[in-house]
Every structure is written in structure tokens, then in C-alpha cells.
């Protein structure tokens, strides 16, 4: 099968077009022919070999149609999505034709969406929506604020949290993004910045903060929120560097809640990909209660071009790669 193998950690050019055997069926494991799959920071993270591990074939996630599946926890010939359980990380991922995923990273997705839209779901909404519902547990009314609100993640977690009735502000770094997230229904748009709980209206009054730009603003995060509030970090758009010196006595509001998601724990105790309502999404998605059309669509032979976009954040939401 052709695929595309990391020959080395660097540039965009380290993602190299070859062949390798297609997976063979292994208990326990699903192989997938795949049919789309969503370009992720991992993959550029673990290209550069910034992160702990990365398998030969890149590729966190996919969508496509089950081969085998010897467990029979899924037919064959299913829709279905995968994603983390090692993929692309400790095991083969998804930039191939296919990839073998354990059945704990498999979900049906039956939908009528096209195999691009259906692609834009699996990572980002897994993450956002546990973000939202179980680290943050957001309900309707409250006030959510979404730092990092254009990329893909931003922009999900943004539909997710407005669909569920709650108020969302917004951040961007540009003005001229205002208006797509107002489109997307964000009540009020700021501009990103470390100090945004100095500026904002109702500091002291958030009910909950998803901050994706990360260590670098989580803790001015933790300061706009109410008593009770919780703030989930879950991106490093504003970099990697971890929080030099901190010292809660002196840099932490008292009673609020820090909390952290890294979707490499779908699929294990504690984290089933079950929880996750997919099929739920794809149908809200499929009904046009929100828009999740990805903001580019590659073919399989442009991988470096879709990572060129990624590393010059004009992704401007989602990018997926079509078979
Ligand atoms: N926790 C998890 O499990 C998990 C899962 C998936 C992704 N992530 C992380 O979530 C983040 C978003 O991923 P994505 O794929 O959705 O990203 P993306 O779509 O490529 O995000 C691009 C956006 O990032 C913003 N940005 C870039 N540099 C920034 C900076 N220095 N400060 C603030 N904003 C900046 C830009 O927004 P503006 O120009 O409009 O400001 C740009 O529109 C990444 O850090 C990724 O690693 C985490």
C-alpha cells in the first residue's frame, strides 16, 4: 500500500511517499481502509520530533470502512472512525490506505456526510467535547470562554458549547477573525492576549475558560474565573515552554479549578472512546444544527502542502486529506 513514512525528524520534506505491507488482521485490532483523515499539531510536533514518540507512519486519526476485524467487535464493511490509541505515535497511524487500530479507538460513525466532512469530526470533536462536558462540565447558560477560538479545535469546541446553550466569548489574535466566530455564534469576540482577565467584562463571573493557547496564558486563565470556575488546558498554541516558576501561593486565585485533557488517553481505563457521543455529533453535523465543513480538503499527494498551511496557521479551521 502507498504511505507516507517520517524518514526523519525536520522540515516538511522529512514526509516521504513510499510503500509498505498493507496490516494484516490481528486480534484485538481493526484494519481500516481509509477514506479521509484530519491533519493535527501532533503530527507536526511529532514530524519535528518534539514529542515523546512517533511511529514511522504519521497520523492520529481517520475515517474509513472496516476490513477485518477478527474480534468481530465491528462488521466488516462498517464506517468507522479511529483515533490516538497509539496511532501514529507508538503503531502505524493514518497517513496510508490503511492502518490497524485497536477496536478500543474504533467508533461506528454511520452517516450520509461526505468521507472530507466526516474526517473533520473524529480528533477534534472527541476532544473538544470532552473537553467541554467532562473537564469542564458546561451547562446551558453559562458563560464559556474559548481562547484560541479559530483553530479547529477552537472552532468545534465553539459549536459544541454554543449548541449546548452557553454563552461563549470568543479569542483571536486578529481582528479581521471577529466575524467568523461571531458567525459561528460566539455572544462576544476579545482580542487574545496573556493579559485578557485584566480586560474582560465580567472578570471574576466566567463560569469556565477551555484555554488553548495554553501554558503561556492558563494562569491568567485561572484569574477571570468565579468561585467554583474551571479552566481546562488543552493547546499549545502560544507555544510548548512549560510555566517558568510556578508558584501557586503567589500566581493562583483561591477556589478555582485547573484541569488538563490530552486526548492520548482515549481508549484507556477510565477514557472510553464510548463516551464520546461521535455518532450524535455526525447526525447534529448532518442536520445543520452546526457547520464542521473542513476549512481545506488535500488529496493524498499533497501532505506537504497541508502541512506548509498547518505551519503557517492559515489553516483557518480543519484540514483534512481525501483518498
Ligand atoms: N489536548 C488535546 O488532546 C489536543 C487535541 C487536539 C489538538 N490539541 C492542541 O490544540 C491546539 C489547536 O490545534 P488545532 O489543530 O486546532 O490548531 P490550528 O487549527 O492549526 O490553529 C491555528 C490557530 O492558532 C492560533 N495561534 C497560532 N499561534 C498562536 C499564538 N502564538 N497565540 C495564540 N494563538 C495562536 C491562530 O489564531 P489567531 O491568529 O486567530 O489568533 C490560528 O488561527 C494545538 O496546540 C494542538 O496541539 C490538543
Given at each position: 500500500?502507498r504511505?507516507?513514512?517520517?524518514?526523519?525528524?525536520?522540515?516538511?520534506?522529512?514526509?516521504?511517499?513510499?510503500?509498505?505491507?498493507k496490516?494484516?488482521?490481528?486480534?484485538g485490532?481493526?484494519?481500516?481502509?481509509?477514506?479521509?483523515?484530519?491533519?493535527?499539531?501532533?503530527?507536526?510536533?511529532?514530524?519535528?520530533?518534539e514529542w515523546a514518540?512517533?511511529a514511522?507512519?504519521s497520523?492520529?486519526?481517520?475515517?474509513?470502512?472496516?476490513?477485518?476485524?477478527?474480534?468481530g467487535?465491528?462488521?466488516?464493511?462498517?464506517?468507522v472512525?479511529?483515533?490516538?490509541?497509539?496511532?501514529?505515535?507508538?503503531?502505524?497511524?493514518?497517513?496510508?490506505q490503511?492502518?490497524?487500530?485497536?477496536?478500543s479507538?474504533?467508533?461506528?460513525?454511520e452517516?450520509?456526510?461526505?468521507?472530507?466532512?466526516?474526517?473533520?469530526?473524529?480528533?477534534?470533536?472527541?476532544?473538544?467535547?470532552?473537553?467541554?462536558?467532562?473537564?469542564?462540565?458546561?451547562?446551558?447558560?453559562?458563560?464559556?470562554?474559548?481562547?484560541?477560538?479559530?483553530?479547529?479545535?477552537?472552532?468545534?469546541?465553539?459549536?459544541?458549547a454554543?449548541?449546548?446553550?452557553?454563552?461563549?466569548i470568543?479569542?483571536?489574535?486578529?481582528?479581521e477573525?471577529?466575524?467568523?466566530?461571531e458567525a459561528?455564534?460566539a455572544?462576544?469576540?476579545?482580542?487574545?492576549?496573556?493579559?485578557?482577565?485584566?480586560?474582560?467584562?465580567?472578570?471574576?463571573?466566567i463560569d469556565?475558560?477551555?484555554?488553548l493557547?495554553?501554558?503561556?496564558?492558563i494562569?491568567?486563565?485561572l484569574?477571570?474565573?468565579?468561585?467554583?470556575?474551571?479552566?481546562?488546558?488543552?493547546?499549545w498554541?502560544?507555544?510548548?515552554?512549560?510555566?517558568?516558576?510556578?508558584?501557586?501561593l503567589?500566581?493562583?486565585?483561591?477556589?478555582v479549578?485547573l484541569?488538563?485533557?490530552?486526548?492520548?488517553?482515549?481508549?484507556?481505563?477510565?477514557?472510553?472512546l464510548?463516551?464520546?457521543p461521535l455518532?450524535?455529533?455526525?447526525?447534529?453535523?448532518?442536520?445543520?444544527?452546526f457547520?464542521?465543513?473542513?476549512?481545506?480538503?488535500?488529496?493524498?499527494?499533497?501532505?506537504?502542502?497541508?502541512?506548509?498551511?498547518?505551519?503557517?496557521?492559515?489553516?483557518?479551521g480543519?484540514?483534512?486529506?481525501v483518498?
Amino acid at each position: 500500500m502507498r504511505a507516507i513514512v517520517l524518514e526523519k525528524f525536520g522540515g516538511i520534506d522529512s514526509l516521504v511517499y513510499t510503500e509498505i505491507p498493507k496490516p494484516e488482521p490481528l486480534e484485538g485490532h481493526v484494519v481500516i481502509e481509509i477514506k479521509a483523515f484530519g491533519v493535527n499539531h501532533a503530527e507536526m510536533h511529532m514530524r519535528r520530533g518534539e514529542w515523546a514518540e512517533a511511529a514511522k507512519v504519521s497520523g492520529i486519526e481517520c475515517v474509513g470502512i472496516v476490513k477485518s476485524c477478527p474480534g468481530g467487535e465491528f462488521p466488516v464493511g462498517a464506517k468507522v472512525a479511529a483515533l490516538m490509541g497509539g496511532l501514529g505515535r507508538t503503531i502505524n497511524g493514518s497517513y496510508a490506505q490503511f492502518t490497524r487500530a485497536p477496536v478500543s479507538n474504533v467508533a461506528l460513525i454511520e452517516s450520509d456526510l461526505s468521507w472530507a466532512q466526516l474526517a473533520a469530526i473524529p480528533e477534534t470533536y472527541a476532544t473538544a467535547w470532552t473537553c467541554l462536558f467532562r473537564n469542564l462540565e458546561i451547562e446551558q447558560g453559562q458563560t464559556v470562554v474559548i481562547r484560541g477560538a479559530t483553530s479547529s479545535f477552537g472552532q468545534a469546541a465553539v459549536n459544541l458549547a454554543v449548541n449546548a446553550g452557553a454563552k461563549v466569548i470568543a479569542t483571536t489574535r486578529s481582528r479581521e477573525r471577529f466575524a467568523k466566530l461571531e458567525a459561528l455564534g460566539a455572544s462576544r469576540v476579545e482580542l487574545e492576549a496573556p493579559d485578557l482577565s485584566k480586560r474582560i467584562a465580567q472578570a471574576k463571573e466566567i463560569d469556565a475558560v477551555l484555554d488553548l493557547v495554553g501554558n503561556s496564558t492558563i494562569l491568567d486563565s485561572l484569574a477571570m474565573l468565579r468561585r467554583g470556575g474551571r479552566a481546562c488546558l488543552a493547546g499549545w498554541l502560544g507555544g510548548l515552554a512549560p510555566i517558568a516558576d510556578f508558584n501557586p501561593l503567589l500566581q493562583m486565585s483561591s477556589g478555582v479549578h485547573l484541569t488538563f485533557f490530552g486526548s492520548f488517553v482515549f481508549g484507556t481505563p477510565g477514557f472510553p472512546l464510548s463516551d464520546v457521543p461521535l455518532q450524535a455529533i455526525a447526525a447534529d453535523v448532518a442536520a445543520g444544527r452546526f457547520d464542521a465543513t473542513p476549512s481545506r480538503v488535500f488529496s493524498f499527494d499533497e501532505i506537504h502542502e497541508a502541512h506548509r498551511v498547518m505551519e503557517a496557521n492559515a489553516a483557518n479551521g480543519k484540514m483534512v486529506v481525501v483518498h
